[in-house]
Nanobody, 112 residues
């Protein structure tokens, strides 16, 4: 079974950029879709972006369209989330997901 480890979180100021990485150990199958979600306390987990492993088709949540970009590197088994023009409402714990497997999350804080 695949295992996922997120990294790259931190504290940034509004308008800054940050790139998160999701590193997978094990096999991601061509039919799989890899997701990024985020969550803040008291709220449901929110879909951020996803990428289909086979054909690299990407989908974004409405709140991040035009600011975030998801990249997959099949050779490295990684899925990065490039986040630009960050807003305070982008803060939260970001999780990587494939099928029923979740990483431990990486925290993003956006504050001046």
């Amino acid at each position: 079974q695949v295992q996922l480890v997120e990294s790259g979180g931190g504290l940034v100021q509004p308008g800054d950029s940050l790139t998160l990485s999701c590193t997978a150990s094990g096999t991601i199958y061509s039919s799989d879709r890899v997701f990024w979600y985020r969550q803040v306390p008291g709220k449901e987990r929110e879909f951020v972006a996803s990428v289909k492993w086979r054909d690299n088709i990407k989908v974004y949540g409405d709140s991040v369209k035009g600011r975030f970009t998801i990249y997959r590197d099949a050779a490295k088994n990684t899925v990065d989330l490039e986040m630009n023009s960050l807003k305070p409402e982008d803060a939260g714990v970001y999780y990587c997901n494939v099928n029923s497997v979740w990483g431990q999350g990486t925290r993003v804080a956006v504050s001046s």
